[in-house]
């Protein structure tokens, strides 16, 4: 059979062999066991759903074997045997070319080499899932397949409800992963609810199909490095010689230590799990592997000495880390943490003092004293990073929810006033007043014929783009401008692409509106393939998110969810291809609302109108947010954006002078 034929079937009449379970793949770990023997049953009901009565006697007990071993039914016997990976466009089977570029983003997004856990459907983040199962992926491939431009086809956590007739403006692919009733939006009602499949936890671009590998994180921290580095320069003197420590070497806590090499310090980084530190030092993402705290106490000594650009991977505890170098008296310049703390429970992150394995065991057979050990080795750690912050160390918190569950935890990590935390995060030092006020976020495209051509013919574009509008740029976005500039600039040579052949920057709305016309432009005189554009959910507008995105919201509306509803409607309607809303991403289940978009361009103009329709408003709704919370760059940001449109009138924030307010209660 073709692998267009396999597309077009979907689930397959006869069952497939059994698949045995790899180990040499990266496995998502044993989830706990959350259901009763009812709900179990419940779980099992809801899986045969997708097969024929005739098949049900088989499947009843493989599926219950899945759920006692693995905590979750994957139906590991349905997945393909052709090879996962981002096809050239034409080679995908279907009537509708905006279809044919979905599955392209959907088939990258669990591409072995892309994907954290390929077999179990998770690209990201421990739980960010692109489907529940490999019978949901089946349906989806092959309703895209069908379906033409006159339809919207409708996905529920993973689960694709069907079909609906639309019409040819309308998204062709309606997202929504992890909508809870807010009540049921707790740690614990994930595992039960996706135990039972009726829900996922989508992460931001897994479950929305626009994960492009690695260098969307590469460039999010190298810009978040570069920024903190600035902000601990006293006399505008660089990193060079200055020590950063963090942890995690896994799908996204891995580009720290290249980022920390593009930005020109010494990185440090501790990663618990030895396969992790294997990945990420076999693909010369990390110089050098130290296993013993003294000899990483003495070698930290020597590339300080030398200036060295070098990033160390330890392999052990980030907690013995810090306090490793408290005691042998070693200066962090900068501090942060990537564990995966949005996931505290199920593998997110290890406690000191116990091995990789016993770890693992504990969460599945004993949770609540597992539980206990990740909030004693939280206190611990926060103790240790606060000796060192007393002698002058710069910790931020890069969005993985330390400081939150630290503080659950019942850490030292509270400021005086008993409501902030001692510490503040990368988006309210660094990322939201330098970027994000201003528009600056993670625009990002793929070009879909698969050519490595194309992409660079779209990194000059862009150049050429960014370096024409750099000259009339108002001084307060020059350096956002000439980052990204340097950064484009060295894309290629830098190797970035794992996967699709995609590529991130930040520019403001003026930016993306200006490098997606002209690569509509080059498109429609044939000098590229379909270009899809997309952007991180972590940005402008996509995501409200009380302890990262917006966190330099200080109106009290940081734990409100309207701004990610009224963008993901709005791109809706203004020309998205497809458009997604989440529950959790990054910071965890019921912490966050965050949502994102897809929009082919084929060189016509409708693609044009849309474009420059969307792309407008998927800024400006976020910066007229952030002007109405009163911050500053974002009142300058809109009032210049009105200026450009006439048809934009913000409504605008008045001061309120604070000495009226002292003396009234
Ligand atoms: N700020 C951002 O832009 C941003 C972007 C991406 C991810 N994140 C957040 O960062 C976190 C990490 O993401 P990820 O994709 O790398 O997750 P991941 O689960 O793939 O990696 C985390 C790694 O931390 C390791 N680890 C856990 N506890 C440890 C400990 N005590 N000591 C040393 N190592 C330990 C794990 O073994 C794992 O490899 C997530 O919470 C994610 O949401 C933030």
Redesign the pocket.
């Known amino acids: 059979m073709t692998f267009q034929e396999h597309i077009l079937q979907g689930i397959p009449v006869d069952l497939p062999k059994v698949k045995s379970y790899d180990p040499a793949i990266n496995h998502a770990p044993k989830r706990k066991d959350s259901l009763s023997k009812a709900e179990k049953e419940l779980a099992v009901r809801n899986a045969l759903r997708y097969f024929d009565k005739k098949y049900h006697a088989i499947l009843s007990e493989e599926f219950a074997g899945e759920l006692k071993t693995y905590g979750r039914i994957y139906m590991y016997r349905f997945r393909p045997d052709y090879k996962m990976y981002a096809r050239p466009i034409d080679e995908y089977p279907g009537k509708s070319l905006q279809a044919k570029a979905i599955m392209h983003m959907i088939q990258n997004n669990l591409d072995h080499a892309v994907a ?1 856990h390929p077999h179990e459907l998770i690209t ?3 739980n960010g899932a692109v489907f529940q199962n490999w019978a949901q992926y089946l349906l989806t491939m092959q309703y895209l397949a069908e379906m033409t431009d006159e339809q919207t086809l409708t996905m529920y956590s993973g689960h694709p409800m069907g079909l609906f007739p639309s019409h040819k403006e309308a998204p062709r692919v309606v997202v929504t992963n992890g909508m809870m009733v807010p009540n049921y939006s707790k740690q614990d009602d994930w595992e039960k609810f996706n135990a039972l499949g009726v829900t996922q936890y989508g992460q931001m671009t897994a479950g929305s199909y626009m994960y492009i590998g690695p260098q969307g ?1 590469v460039h ?1 921290t190298t810009i978040t490095v570069l920024n903190a580095g600035r902000k601990i320069s006293k006399t505008g003197e660089g990193l060079a010689g200055k020590l950063f420590v963090t ?8 580009a720290q230590p290249k980022a920390g090499n593009i930005a020109g310090c010494i990185t440090v980084c ?4 030895e396969k ?1 530190v294997h990945i990420r030092h076999s693909q010369g993402w990390v110089d050098v592997v130290i296993t013993d705290l003294n000899e990483l106490v003495v070698r930290i000594a020597k590339a300080k000495a030398e200036k060295e650009v070098v990033s160390i991977a330890y392999l052990g ?3 013995d880390v810090w306090e490793k170098f408290d005691e042998a008296n070693i200066y962090v310049d900068l501090g942060s943490d ?5 996931n505290p429970w199920a593998g ?3 406690p ?1 003092a116990m091995s990789y394995e016993d770890a693992n065991n504990m969460m599945a057979d004993q949770p609540e004293l597992f539980k206990k050990k990740v909030q004693e ?1 939280l206190c611990r750690q926060a103790d240790a990073i606060n000796k060192h912050t007393v002698k002058g160390t710069y910790f931020f918190d ?4 330390f400081l939150l569950e630290a503080s659950r935890a019942g850490a030292d990590i509270m400021a005086e006033n008993g409501i902030d935390f001692k510490y503040s995060s ?1 988006v309210q030092d660094i990322m939201g007043p330098m970027c994000f006020d201003y528009g600056f976020g993670p625009f990002r495209w793929v070009c879909v014929s698969g050519k490595p051509d194309d992409l660079e013919k779209t990194d000059a574009i862009a150049c050429k783009v960014l370096e024409d509008l750099r000259k009339d740029a108002p001084q307060e976005i020059q350096q956002q401008m000439a980052d990204n500039i340097k950064w484009i600039k060295g894309a290629q040579e830098n190797k970035l692409v794992v996967g699709s052949q995609a590529r991130i920057l930040y520019a403001d709305a003026e930016g993306r509106m200006k490098i997606a016309a002209a690569f509509n432009m080059a498109i429609a005189n044939a000098e590229i393939g379909p270009v899809v554009l997309g952007r991180d959910h ?1 940005d402008v507008s996509g995501t409200d998110s009380p302890f ?1 995105e917006t966190s330099n919201i200080y109106d009290g509306s940081q734990f409100t969810a309207d701004m990610a509803i009224q963008n993901v409607i709005g791109d809706s309607f203004r020309g998205a291809t497809w458009v997604s809303i989440h529950n959790g991403g ?2 965890g289940w019921g912490e966050v609302i965050n949502g994102g978009f897809g929009m082919v361009l084929d060189g016509t103009k409708e693609a044009d109108k849309r474009l420059k329709a969307m792309l407008f408003w998927d800024v400006n709704n976020g910066i007229s947010r952030r002007s109405w919370a009163r911050n500053e760059e974002a009142i300058f940001a809109i009032k210049r954006a009105m200026k450009s449109e006439p048809n934009l009138k913000v409504t605008l924030a008045n001061s309120v002078d604070d000495s009226l307010l002292s003396n009234l209660f």
């Open positions: 954290q990201y983040g421990g994180i999010g942890s995690g070497l896994g799908g996204m806590s891995g501790a990663e618990v799990n992790a505890n980030i907690v990537q564990t995966s703390l949005h997110g992150y290890y000191v080795s890069y969005g993985n929810a990368y972590h990262r990054g910071v």
